[in-house]
């Protein structure tokens, strides 16, 4: 779908592997980050304060995300493939960290973290199901014998 609009040309397949990289290196910060900004949410520093029940709520929030995900980014990824998919859940990941970045209340928080679920859950999904060959061309030798 995506490749009717845009062409990678003979680079696709290292965009497709940087955009599984991206996905694996947010996906880490992303579940470090509490750890990070707990201190400030709860000392007022952020420009509010959390509660230790808001910030448990925070904290599963991104569980629920995940629970919701599954269904429709499998319909989803049958209608699309699973490499466009890939590319546009990114966009999910980079509203959830604008939601973070310029929060003033704690409900973008919890709105961004029920993203940062959804999109967890669907790259694991899309990670686990992706093959090598699914992602490189025909002529690329990653290892001959």
Same mark, same amino acid.
């Given at each position: 779908m995506l490749s009717k609009f845009v062409s990678f040309g003979p680079y696709g397949q290292c965009v497709a592997a940087f955009i599984v *990289? =991206? !996905? *694996?290196?947010?996906s880490g910060v992303m579940m470090g980050l509490p750890d990070a900004v707990i201190p400030q949410l709860t000392s007022g520093e952020a420009g509010? @304060? +959390? @509660?230790? *029940?808001?910030?448990s709520f925070m904290l599963g929030i991104t569980s629920a995300g995940s629970f919701v995900s599954p269904l429709p980014s499998g319909y989803v990824m049958d209608l699309i493939? #699973? #490499?466009?998919l890939l590319i546009i859940f990114n966009l999910l990941t980079m509203i959830s960290? =604008? +939601? +973070? !970045?310029f929060s003033k209340t704690p409900f973008p928080i919890y709105i961004a973290k029920f993203? !940062?679920?959804m999109w967890?859950? @669907?790259v694991v999904r899309i990670?686990? #199901?992706i093959s090598l060959g699914a992602i490189r061309h025909n002529s690329v030798v990653l290892f001959e014998r």
């Open positions: *990289s =991206i !996905a *694996s290196f947010v509010f @304060t +959390l @509660t230790e *029940s808001e910030i493939g #699973r #490499r466009n960290w =604008i +939601l +973070l !970045a993203i !940062a679920g967890e859950n @669907t990670k686990s #199901r």
